[in-house]
Structure formats: C-alpha cells, structure tokens
C-alpha cells in the first residue's frame, strides 16, 4: 500500500501521538534525549499543537499508510515568517517528523502540489544540518541551498535552508 499525505485537524485523538513521535524524531536526530525533549516541548508540545490549531496560516500535514498516521510536517504560509525571501507568496515546510523515506517523499510532494495549486512561488525548507535524510531528499527533488539570516537559539544543532522556485 502506497502512503498518502493528507490534511489533518489537531485533536485529542491524535495531538498525543504527534507530541510522541515529535520528542521520539528529535532525541534520535540530535542523539541526546534531553535536547530532543526541549526541542519538541517547544515547537511540538500538546499545547504548541493546539495554539497552532488556532492559527489559520498554519497546517498540518499527515502521512497515512492505510488509516494509520506514519509522518507529518507543518505548513506555514504566515506571511511575516515567510517575507523577505524574494517572492510574493512564498510557503515553508518545517518541523518535519518522519521514520522513513517514503513518508518523507510523500509530505513533500504533497505539499508541493498543495503549494501550486494555490499559486505559491517559493516554497523552502528548515532543516536541521544532522538531518542527512532530509537534505539528501530535498536535493534529489531539487530544491537549492540558501542564505537566511533568523535569529535560532544556540542550544540547537546548526540549521540549513532550501528553497525551490514553483510554477513559471
């Protein structure tokens, strides 16, 4: 069975699972559960997930083989998190929690058609420098490094971005 990537609405039935496998993917990243915790307490926390629930420029994708969650990433196409990028309707995948490649593939082609469908011109990437799964696929999708000046806590392993122009 193929894995499809969907939209899904941030509730009790699955905010404890996404919080798991949130504090799961970051303390395997980082090698250190500590970090991973404070890292996924932060961004992806029950209470993170439901404050974003609330927060229209702000999606959660899902990858599902059969009815069973495997993956998700966030959608953001606030627009003050994504000016200053050299695009008029730019949109960016992070916080990205996969266990395999074919989930991860998934996400990202989802969100690609999500983004032309609604005439995004850019679409980028945070990823996390220990995160060699992810860049390696971002660069087979082709998607390019580039510079971004964001102001990142220290306590966090080095960050890389990728963009990658939509539509014509």
Same mark, same amino acid.
């Given at each position: 069975?193929?894995?499809?990537?969907?939209? =899904?609405?941030?509730?009790?039935?699955? =905010?404890?699972?996404?919080?798991? *496998?949130?504090?799961?993917?970051?303390?395997? %990243?980082?090698?250190?559960?500590?970090? $991973?915790?404070?890292?996924?307490?932060? /961004? %992806? #926390?029950?209470?993170?997930?439901?404050?974003?629930?609330?927060?229209? #420029?702000?999606?959660?994708?899902?990858?599902? &083989?059969?009815?069973?969650?495997?993956?998700?990433?966030?959608?953001?196409? #606030?627009?003050?998190?994504?000016?200053?990028? $050299?695009?008029?309707?730019?949109?960016? &995948?992070?916080?990205?929690?996969?266990?395999?490649?074919?989930?991860?593939?998934? %996400?990202?082609?989802?969100?690609?058609?999500?983004?032309?469908?609604? *005439? /995004?011109?850019?679409?980028?990437?945070?990823? +996390?420098?220990?995160?060699?799964?992810?860049?390696?696929?971002?660069? #087979?999708?082709?998607?390019?490094? +580039?510079? %971004?000046?964001?102001? =990142?806590?220290?306590? +966090?392993?080095?960050?890389?971005? +990728?963009?990658?122009?939509?539509?014509?």
């Amino acid at each position: 069975m193929s894995k499809v990537a969907k939209f =899904v609405v941030i509730i009790n039935d699955n =905010v404890f699972w996404m919080e798991d *496998k949130a504090v799961q993917f970051y303390t395997n %990243l980082f090698k250190e559960k500590e970090i $991973g915790e404070k890292y996924a307490e932060e /961004h %992806l #926390s029950q209470k993170e997930l439901f404050r974003i629930q609330n927060d229209f #420029s702000i999606e959660i994708l899902m990858a599902y &083989l059969d009815e069973t969650p495997q993956s998700y990433l966030k959608l953001d196409s #606030s627009r003050i998190l994504n000016e200053n990028l $050299g695009a008029s309707k730019a949109i960016n &995948l992070s916080e990205i929690i996969y266990f395999d490649e074919e989930d991860l593939k998934a %996400l990202i082609k989802r969100a690609e058609e999500i983004a032309s469908q609604r *005439k /995004h011109d850019l679409i980028w990437v945070k990823a +996390f420098a220990v995160d060699t799964a992810l860049i390696a696929i971002l660069r #087979s999708l082709n998607y390019e490094e +580039f510079d %971004l000046e964001e102001t =990142v806590e220290d306590q +966090f392993p080095k960050r890389i971005y +990728f963009r990658k122009k939509m539509g014509a």
